[in-house]
């Protein structure tokens, strides 16, 4: 069973952004499998994610400090499973304020990840825009974020971008996007 962090937590690590480590990943990664396997994860998590993290900090350049980022961004809002995962709080505000409803967020989410080619990013602005990275740049203004880059969902899921996609939405920990928001 798995307790639910403090907003003192979930704000310090929202202020970490800035800062370039690599995060504990915050669920056991066998608590993951059925949406991300342990093969990708040790690949994705495991390799690349701690060696953006490694070239960053040797001064490698901007490519590698904001795949880092982008990197903590993503594996930070991660937790285990849940078959109903809606927003709540301040994201589910901004989501129903800009696309109606959650459902027509997803869609939404969901047709500008497909129009995505190579690769890259796609996320919910603190602001509500959906908004896509190709390759990688530092931002400052995520909510919620999708690694649309191959080594994330191609071991699972081939070339099913969609499924991917709509699995990923039973890991996102909503009270850290709403940190984001706040």
Request: overall charge positive; glycine content about 6%; proline content about 2%.
């Amino acid at each position: 069973m798995s307790t639910v962090p403090s907003f003192r937590t979930l704000i310090e690590k929202v202020q970490a952004k800035n800062q370039i480590y690599q995060i504990k990943l915050p669920v056991k990664q066998n608590l993951l499998s059925s949406i991300v396997s342990d093969d990708t994860m040790n690949l994705h998590y495991g390799t690349l994610y701690k060696n953006y993290v490694k070239k960053a900090l040797a001064g490698e350049g901007e490519f590698q400090v904001a795949g880092a980022k982008l990197h903590t961004l993503f594996f930070e809002q991660f937790q285990a499973p849940k078959s109903t995962n809606n927003p709540t709080g301040a994201a589910e505000i901004i989501i129903n304020k800009k696309f109606g409803n959650y459902k027509e967020f997803k869609k939404s989410f969901t047709e500008t990840a497909l129009e995505l080619h190579g690769s890259g990013w796609v996320y919910l602005s603190i602001l509500g825009a959906i908004k896509t990275i190709h390759n990688h740049k530092v931002v400052d203004d995520v909510a919620v974020i999708i690694d649309m880059w191959e080594h994330s969902y191609i071991f699972d899921y081939g070339a099913d971008k969609e499924q991917y996609l709509s699995n990923m939405w039973k890991i996102i920990n909503w009270d850290i996007v709403n940190a984001r928001v706040n």
